[in-house]
């Protein structure tokens, strides 16, 4: 019923630059909040970027003041730009919707995932 699909990753030498992005698509009302989260070999998944309600972010430590997350709500489209890049940030990037939409009845507000984006970092 919703889906995210997630594009830019690939390979890129220390210090470049990538743009990933995730476009939500499916039976949906409103996206209340998208975000980025990414697992390297052998580590949990964790927080890259969030975006809330198009303009509250939220970003990890790790990537603070080398990235930033957009919005497009007229495209239903999330990006992240990422700058800098450095070994540490290879991983496989997921994009994250927190979606509200009517299930007959029932409005309800539920957690999505796409299948995630390589990066890789290396020289």
């Given at each position: 019923q919703v889906q995210l699909v997630e594009s830019g990753g690939g390979s890129?030498?220390?210090?470049g630059s990538l743009r990933l992005s995730c476009a939500a698509s499916g039976?949906?009302?409103?996206?209340?909040?998208?975000?980025?989260?990414r697992q390297a070999p052998g580590k949990q998944r964790e927080l890259?970027?969030?975006?809330?309600?198009?303009?509250?972010?939220?970003?990890?430590d790790?990537?603070?003041?080398?990235?930033?997350?957009?919005?497009?709500?007229?495209?239903?489209?999330m990006y992240l730009q990422m700058n800098s890049l450095k070994a540490e940030d290879t991983g496989v990037y997921y994009c994250n919707a927190e979606i509200g939409a009517w299930r007959g009845?029932?409005?309800?507000?539920?957690?999505?995932?796409?299948?995630?984006?390589?990066?890789?970092?290396?020289?």
């Open positions: 890129v030498q220390p210090g039976n949906f009302d409103r996206i209340y909040a998208m975000g980025w989260y890259v970027a969030t975006i809330r309600n198009g303009v509250s972010t939220n970003y990890g790790s990537v603070k003041g080398r990235s930033t997350i957009t919005k497009d709500h007229a495209k239903n489209m009845v029932t409005f309800r507000t539920e957690d999505y995932w796409g299948q995630g984006t390589q990066v890789t970092v290396s020289s």
